[in-house]
C-alpha cells in the first residue's frame, strides 16, 4: 500500500512529489509514468528537434530524482482503470496499486481531427520526447513540412524544422497566428520574424486531405488545404491544440467539465482524489472561474499545492491564468491574461507601439485592475506588471507609466514598494 | 543617491579579468549587471534577486535550471540548462531576472557565490545596500 500514487510524472507529477517530501519525509510514495524517463521538460522538445538541447540538457530533474525523494516509480507502465471504492489503481498486465491518497497528473493529448489521408506515414503529433526523437530521425531524409496549427506547439515545430534546413509551411485556421495569446500587432510582429526566417504561413486556412508520395501513396507526400492549393512535403506536423487525459476517470464520480474539475486544493469530487496539470480545470484569477490552461508553469504550481494537500498541509491555489513567455526567432515576447479581449466595451487598452525599435506593451485593464498584457522585445519588468495584477493592484494613479520606457520598481507609490518589502 | 557603483561592481565581480579597467575596456561582451539601479528622481534604490522563500520562478522555470538550493536557500540559476524561454522573467515580482548579452539565457543575482559580502554591497558607498539573511 502506498500512502500516495501518481498517476503521470511530468510537472504537476515532479511538482507533487517534492512538496509532499517538504511535509513528510516518510509516507511511501508511488508514481506510474508511461514514460521511460518522465523527469524532462516538455516545452524543449522542440529544442531537442533543432539540436539545441539533448535528453541530457532537457532532463528538469536529475537521474537520481526519483530514488532521491524515494519514489517507487513505476515508469514504461500504463494506469489502465481506477477502483475508488476500494482505492486502487490497475495497471496493463492487471497489477494493483492500492493508494490512500491519489493524484491524477495524466496531462493532454494532442487533438487529431479526422483529415483524409491522415494515417499516412510521415505524419506527426508533437507534444512528448517520444514524439520528437521519432520526428528527429525523419529530418535528415526530409526537405519540406507542413504544420498544422499555429498555437505555441505549431510555432515552436515550425521553428525547429527551419532551423534544420526544412522548408516549412505553417497552415492555420484562424487569420492570425498565435491567436489565443496574443492581439493582431503582436501576432504580425511574431509572423514577420517567421516570415523572415523563409517559413510560409497560410491562415484562414485547414489541411483537408494529406496526399501520398507519387509511386508509394502511404507515405506523406503532399497537403491540400482548403482552398485546394497543393503545398509538397514529406512531413505533416498536427499541432492544433491538446484535450485531457480524462479517460482514467470515465464512469467514476469524479466530475469532469473538459477536464477533470478541483478545487482551490486540488481535490476532485471524490474524496481523497486530487488533480492537477493539463488534466485539470482549475482556477484562473482572471476569469473568475475554472478553466484549462495547458501550461507547464501552472502544472508544476498546481501539482505542489496538490502534494502539500495530500500530505496535510492545507494549501489554497491562489489560481493561474493564461500567460507565455515566447521566444521565436529570438523575439522576446509576454503575453497575460485577457491579452486581446473581443469586446471592448468593459476593457481600457493603453498601448505603446514603437514599431522601429520593436516594442510592442499592451495593457488591458477592467475598472483601474490589470487583467490582460502583452510585451514584445521590451519584456525585463513584465513581472512587475504581472505582480500587479496577480494582487489585484488599483493601478489607477500610474497605469500610463506602466507601458512607458522609464517604468520600474521606482515608478509604483511607495506603499505598494513597502508591501512587497522595498524600501524603508 | 543613485551612483550606480553597485552595478559598476556587479560586473566586475562578474567579469573575467575581475578589473574594472579590463572588465570595462576590454572584456566583449561586457558583462551584464546581475543588479540594477532604479531610479525616478528623487527616488532610487538598487534591486537584485531577493531569493524568495518561496520563488515563483523556480515553479514556473521550465527547464529546471532555475532551483531553490535546500541548504543554503539561493535562488541559483544554471546556465547551462536555461533554454531562455523567459518564463521567469515573467513571473518576477521584481524584475529581477535580466537578460545575459547573448541574448540566449537569463542572468541573475548570484550573491557572488565565493565572496562573504556581495561585491554590491561591500562597495555601496553610502552603505545603502546591505545584505541580511531572513527566515522565512
Not at chain 1, 490512500?100 to 496531462?107: N, Q, R, V, Y
Not at chain 1, 521519432?134 to 519540406?144: D, G, Q
Not at chain 1, 524544422?161 to 522548408?167: D, F, I, V, Y
Not at chain 2, 548579452?101 to 556581495?118: A, E, Y
Request: aromatic share 6%; hydrophobic share 40%.
Amino acid at each position: 500500500m502506498s500512502k500516495y500514487v501518481i498517476v503521470g510524472a511530468s510537472a504537476a507529477g515532479i511538482g507533487a512529489v517534492e512538496a509532499i517530501r517538504e511535509v513528510d519525509p516518510v509516507g511511501a510514495i508511488t508514481v506510474i509514468s508511461e514514460e521511460l524517463c518522465p523527469q524532462y521538460s516538455r516545452p524543449m522538445i522542440s529544442d531537442f528537434v533543432s539540436g539545441k538541447a539533448s535528453l541530457e540538457k532537457m532532463k528538469c530533474r536529475d537521474d537520481r530524482f526519483w530514488e532521491k525523494n524515494e519514489v517507487q516509480a513505476l515508469t514504461g507502465r500504463t494506469a489502465v482503470r481506477l477502483n475508488l471504492a476500494d482505492r486502487y489503481v490497475e495497471l496493463d498486465g492487471g497489477q494493483r496499486v492500492d493508494f490512500e491518497k491519489l493524484l491524477l497528473a495524466t496531462g493532454g493529448k494532442p487533438f487529431i481531427p479526422k483529415i483524409e489521408g491522415g494515417d499516412k506515414e510521415g505524419v506527426f503529433t508533437f507534444t512528448k520526447f517520444s514524439d520528437a526523437e521519432r520526428l528527429a530521425t525523419r529530418i535528415e531524409s526530409a526537405k519540406r513540412a507542413v504544420v498544422i496549427g499555429a498555437g505555441l506547439i505549431g510555432v515552436s515545430v515550425a521553428e525547429a524544422l527551419a532551423k534544420r534546413g526544412l522548408e516549412v509551411t505553417i497552415v492555420e485556421f484562424k487569420d492570425k497566428i498565435l491567436s489565443l495569446i496574443l492581439d493582431p500587432a503582436a501576432s504580425e510582429v511574431v509572423e514577420s520574424v517567421i516570415r523572415k526566417a523563409g517559413v510560409t504561413i497560410f491562415t484562414s486556412q485547414t489541411v483537408h486531405r494529406i496526399l501520398g508520395k507519387p509511386g508509394d501513396d502511404g507515405v506523406v507526400g503532399g497537403a491540400v488545404l482548403t482552398n485546394g492549393d497543393q503545398v509538397s512535403c514529406d512531413l505533416v506536423i498536427i499541432a492544433i491544440g491538446v484535450v485531457p487525459r480524462v479517460e482514467l476517470v470515465a464512469g467514476t464520480d469524479v466530475k469532469t467539465n473538459r477536464g477533470i474539475i478541483v478545487d482551490r486544493f486540488m481535490r476532485t469530487s471524490v474524496a481523497d482524489v486530487y488533480a492537477s496539470g493539463d488534466v485539470a480545470e482549475a482556477y484562473d484569477f482572471i476569469f473568475n472561474e475554472n478553466r484549462l490552461l495547458a501550461l507547464w508553469p501552472l502544472a508544476m504550481w498546481e501539482g505542489r499545492i496538490a502534494g502539500y494537500n495530500m500530505a496535510g498541509k492545507k494549501t489554497d491555489y491562489p489560481g493561474g491564468t493564461s500567460m507565455s513567455a515566447l521566444k521565436y526567432f529570438d523575439v522576446p515576447v509576454i503575453s497575460v491574461g485577457i491579452a486581446n479581449p473581443k469586446e471592448d466595451v468593459a476593457y481600457e487598452i493603453l498601448v505603446k507601439h514603437d514599431p522601429e525599435g520593436g516594442v510592442y506593451k499592451k495593457l488591458v485593464l477592467r475598472d483601474d485592475v490589470v487583467v490582460g498584457m502583452i510585451f514584445v522585445n521590451d519584456i525585463e519588468r513584465a513581472g512587475i506588471v504581472f505582480h500587479l495584477m496577480k494582487n489585484c493592484v488599483n493601478v489607477k494613479k500610474f497605469k500610463q507609466e506602466l507601458i512607458s520606457e522609464n517604468f520600474s520598481l521606482a515608478t509604483l507609490p511607495s506603499r505598494l514598494r513597502k508591501k512587497m518589502g522595498l524600501g524603508s | 543617491m543613485g551612483c550606480g557603483l553597485c552595478e559598476v561592481y556587479c560586473i566586475v565581480q562578474h567579469s573575467k579579468s575581475k578589473d574594472v579597467v579590463k572588465a570595462y575596456n576590454r572584456e566583449q561582451p561586457r558583462p551584464i549587471s546581475r543588479v540594477r539601479l532604479e531610479t525616478n528622481r528623487p527616488v532610487s534604490f538598487a534591486i537584485q534577486c531577493r531569493h524568495c522563500a518561496d520563488a515563483p520562478c523556480v515553479t514556473a522555470c521550465l527547464s529546471g535550471a532555475m532551483r531553490k538550493d535546500e541548504e543554503t536557500g539561493l535562488v541559483t540559476h544554471d546556465g547551462e540548462k536555461c533554454m531562455g524561454c523567459w518564463t521567469c522573467m515573467m513571473v518576477c515580482p521584481y524584475g529581477a531576472v535580466k537578460m545575459d548579452v547573448s541574448g540566449k539565457v537569463i542572468v541573475k543575482c548570484d550573491l557572488c557565490s565565493g565572496l562573504d559580502v556581495p561585491a554590491c554591497v561591500a562597495n555601496c558607498p553610502n552603505g545603502a545596500l546591505v545584505c541580511n539573511e531572513v527566515k522565512p
